[in-house]
């Protein structure tokens, strides 16, 4: 039996891919391609690191989980009181643990948000300085622990509409695929036994575009509201700041290699089509 402890916030919990009775999600479509898979999905709606190593992680350890996976970060960087530091911190106490417990642990680099949302160029900018400040904490983390460690912010598809809610911010049913489809990919370089890959086509058809427009007026709207609170005054402050300044954000990283100039792994070939592996829910 393979246990699948899987940590972090809405895009783990499954938001965006609905199955009758509440979300599905690309953690339980990839613990279908594990040997003899038992998953547990801590996550939680709106979680940060914090909340992630408070709350998930000792639950997480006291499974003793053969793989688990920690995918959180982009909460944080819609707090009026981010902290670059604080949140890797946590992200890495939360590894170091899970590693220490013996878990295979999967990771991600996350995509901008304010690209994902179209936002101005001027809100835009510090947004995306604070997922560059995340997506760096959580390298050092991956290279230290030796984790799995998904590059979903140059992976080219991430940014295709088709992958995503209406939200722009939770993948949808074909992109929870798609992060299962390239984390297996991974799981099956680095060696570690998988069975065939999760099919990457959707089971369901997308929402109409009328129920789409339905779950922004109620849900959408409401959490846009409670975010923007805290995170347009802050984006505002630092768009102003950057503009009297004369500041510029540093352009992004050429698509194909990373800061040392290294070609990163290949993540764009999906895996094959999977089985009918049986999937037991903790």
């Known amino acids: 039996m393979t246990t699948f402890v899987a940590l972090g916030d809405s895009i783990t919990a499954g938001m965006g891919d609905p199955v009758p009775g509440g979300w599905r999600g690309w953690a339980a479509l990839l ?6 898979p038992e998953l547990h999905n801590l996550a939680t ?3 940060l690191a914090a909340d ?6 000792p639950a997480a350890t006291a499974l003793h989980p053969e793989v688990a996976s920690v995918v959180v970060g982009i909460n944080d960087t819609l707090r009026g009181d981010f902290d670059p ?7 890495d106490r939360t590894v170091a643990a899970l590693r220490s417990a013996g878990a295979q642990v999967l990771t ?3 995509p901008d948000p304010g690209q994902m949302f179209g936002l101005p160029g001027a809100l835009a900018r510090p947004l995306a300085r604070r997922m560059r400040a995340v997506n760096a904490a959580v390298d050092e983390v991956a290279r230290r622990h030796g984790t799995v460690h998904l590059d979903v912010a140059r992976d ?4 295709e509409r088709r992958y995503w809610s209406v939200d722009r911010l939770h993948p949808n049913e074909r992109g929870h695929r798609l992060i299962a489809c390239r984390f297996h990919a991974l799981l099956a370089a680095s060696g570690y036994p998988v069975g065939p890959g999760p099919d990457p086509e959707p089971s369901s058809p997308p929402p109409t575009r009328l129920a789409e427009a339905g779950w922004m007026a109620t849900k959408g709207t409401a959490w846009l509201v409670r975010r923007s609170r805290d995170l347009v005054p802050a984006l505002v402050r630092l768009a102003v700041r950057e503009w009297l300044a004369g500041e510029d ?3 992004e990283d050429s698509a194909g290699q990373d800061e040392a100039g290294r070609e990163p792994i290949n993540l764009n070939a999906l895996s094959r089509p999977s089985g009918n ?3 037991s829910r903790g």
Not at 31 to 36: C, I
Not at 85 to 91: I, K, L, N
């Open 45 to 47: 709606l709106g979680a």
């Open 85 to 91: 530091e604080r949140t890797g911190a946590s992200v």
């Open 108 to 110: 991600v680099r996350l």
């Open 249 to 251: 954000l540093p352009k």
């Open 156 to 159: 080219p598809a991430t940014y």
């Open 277 to 279: 592996l049986r999937l």
């Open 52 to 57: 992630v190593e408070r709350v998930q992680l």
């Open 31 to 36: 613990a279908g391609t594990l040997p003899q």
